[in-house]
């Protein structure tokens, strides 16, 4: 992990303190903002390879305007929302604003360090699979541009979270074929001990971004006592 940059944005200087000691020993560059205006600054001069949030900022939801701005300009930079925000609709908004993970406070600081640790793992193995010329996936109405991380349907841009995106990218590179939940928790996000119940959180939330009715899916088809499909006639 070493001198890998983390911007972490939050207008309580406890935590911002609390994080940069936490990670002060790892070799990461902590960088800190307390406001929606300086970190949107400083990610505009230096390439981060992750983004903490606080949700709250200045106003109740900042955050969730920052992570859509984020998201929209670096679409595979992991985000992860420290929040003292714990209603469940205040974790899915977080979610579908374009955060990969949502950590509630006060939380522990070795949760944390394991959550990014992990996190930037996973990110660093994404950036090596990227090649250096623009490649492109496209299966039926759908195309994902694997060079800026982008998915299309009938040429419409759609904004997706990393975690959205790369569910998306592995149904399109193996259409029709069923698949256990199992199977693509280990496939997707490379892990064998994670909730199962995650795929169908990002499985419904895909249904409401490509579905026409996601009531009545026509694509990401549920295969009973199996799994899901990606199925293009």
Do not use: C
Request: aromatic content about 12%.
């Amino acid at each position: 992990m070493k001198n890998q940059k983390i911007l972490v944005v939050d207008d309580d200087p406890i935590i911002r303190k609390l994080t940069w000691r936490a990670f002060q020993s790892t070799g990461l560059l902590i960088y800190q903002a307390d406001s929606i205006d300086s970190a949107i600054d400083i990610s505009s001069r230096i390439s981060f390879d992750l983004f903490l949030l606080d949700v709250g900022l200045t106003y109740e939801n900042d955050g969730y305007y920052l992570a859509q701005h984020l998201r929209e300009h670096f679409p595979l930079t992991p985000i992860i929302f420290l929040s003292g925000k714990t209603e469940e609709q205040d974790i899915i908004t977080g979610l579908e604003t374009g955060a990969d993970y949502y950590i509630t406070k006060p939380f522990s600081i070795d949760y944390l360090k394991a959550q990014v640790t992990s996190t930037l793992n996973r990110y660093q193995t994404i950036k090596k699979d990227l090649k250096p010329v623009a490649e492109k996936v496209n299966v039926g109405p759908f195309q994902f541009d694997k060079k800026t991380f982008s998915f299309y349907k009938n040429e419409d841009k759609i904004e997706m979270s990393s975690k959205e995106a790369n569910l998306m990218l592995f149904f399109m590179e193996n259409p029709n074929q069923v698949f256990s939940k199992e199977q693509i928790l280990l496939n997707v996000w490379n892990d064998q001990s994670g909730e199962a119940n995650l795929v169908k959180v990002y499985i419904n939330y895909l249904r409401n971004k490509i579905e026409d009715d996601p009531k009545k899916p026509e694509f990401l088809k549920t295969i009973w006592g199996i799994g899901y499909s990606f199925t293009i006639n």
